[in-house]
């Protein structure tokens, strides 16, 4: 490119980067003036390097950091800061990203933030924050990077109890107003197959729909034990701490399986109902996966949800080893019926897709940098708020035994959030003389 055309690209960048921010400012009133003028990082294009913070280093969070990363051909990116509760975590995490981006993760010691504060300091210093901590802390997290006018993509669910979706659901409205992007893990919707389907759906390919399925019955994915937990670190662990790297088994941090894993599914229903029920009674237990490792959560749950037109999506989520096991989505209509995950559709207007996506994960990065980049409208939260409330109000169905309706659950006012978080905080669930943690049992415990 020649001296003229690169000024006269570098002018029209500027000058669109102007209008940019003039149209937002504009939008979002006089009350944003400074926070806008301060972040540089609401949007971007294709010639400013985009600046990057991972706060929660685990599995997923390494692989949205990675997928992150290869949004490189849409302009320039890097990885500044991580954020973990574990020192090792953060490790193990930037040793990964580091060997295979090489100077794209420039991430030095005094950028590594570890403990609970961790993700104010990694927040602050970038233009977008991926959120992969355990769903407890996510509706903290995303208030936080909204109040500091950053770009998010947050791994699903966004919460674990109807608080932390009220909050994630006023955060989103803040965002909205800021001109952020925010991206939710709910990947499906990115999902080539998935979106054909569900547009063929509701084009009314199986006319009117009158029922629907949704299934997670898998194995139990991991568990860390105390016993191995204490011989690694050579001391006892606080219950905090505990439960922080076991997290999969306490309700405040996880959900429930219901919530961890079965959203997806769920949320594949909401998105094809275009709605949320608007109740849901069910039932479930521990019945296989009990013990001391395996802390306060169910291993089953069975939930009949109820839309606004009265039509019934029936819900499973089983980690018992030896079932029938099924991860899918399924539609009946009077016309016929669909195998959403499948991408088929059988009875009078029968079809299959038959294209190629992307990887789902990856497609995901690509829309929400492209949006950063190209200043495009970009708000998942919401959705991604009332699908997590979707599971949640199954297992409060589950846990109660009653019959419970979206009004009153999303208002509920039970927290199950630690009071604080300190190493050494009491928490609400601990375990009894025999080692167990007490599960909820239907019909005599309180909602949530
Ligand atoms: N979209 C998907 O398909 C998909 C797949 C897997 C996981 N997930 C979601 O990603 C999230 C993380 O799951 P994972 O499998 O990576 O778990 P993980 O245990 O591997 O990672 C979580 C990390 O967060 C850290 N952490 C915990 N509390 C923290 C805090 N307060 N501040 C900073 N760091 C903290 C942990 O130490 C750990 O390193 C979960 O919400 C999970 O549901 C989504």
Known sequence: MNDQSKSQRNEESVSRRKFLKTTSTAAVGGSMLSSLAMNHGVFADHHDEVKVALIGCGGRGSGAADQALNTYDQGPIKLVAMADAFRDRLDGSFNLLHKKHGDRVAVPEDQKFIGFDAYKKAAALADVVILATPPGFRPIHFEEAVRQGKNVFMEKPVATDPAGVRKVLAAAKEAKKKNLKVGVGLQRHHQAGYIETIKRLQDGAIGDIIATRAYWNGNTPWVRKRADLEAKAGRKLTEMEYQMRNWYYFNWICGDHITEQHIHNLDVINWLKDGYPVKANGMGGAEVRVGKDYGEIFDHHAVEFTYADGSKM???????????????????????????????????????????????????????????????????????????????????????????????????????????????????????????????????????
Request: net charge negative; with cysteine.
């Open 314 to 448: 029936f819900s499973q989520c089983r980690h018992q080893v030896g079932c029938w096991n099924s991860v899918s989505e399924h539609a009946h209509g009077t016309k016929g019926n669909a195998r959403i995950d499948r991408y088929t559709i059988t009875g009078d207007n029968a079809w299959r897709f038959r294209g190629k996506g992307k990887n789902a994960y990856q497609q995901e990065h690509d829309d929400l940098f492209h949006a950063i980049r190209n200043n495009e409208e970009y708000n998942e939260a919401e959705y991604g708020a009332k699908s997590s409330m979707t599971s949640i109000l199954g297992r409060m169905a589950t846990y109660s035994g009653k019959e419970v309706e979206w009004d009153k659950a999303i208002a509920s006012e039970i927290s199950i959030m630690p009071d604080s978080f300190e190493w050494d905080t009491p928490m609400k669930s601990v375990p009894g003389p025999d080692g167990l943690y007490p599960r909820p049992v239907p019909g005599q415990s309180i909602l949530v």
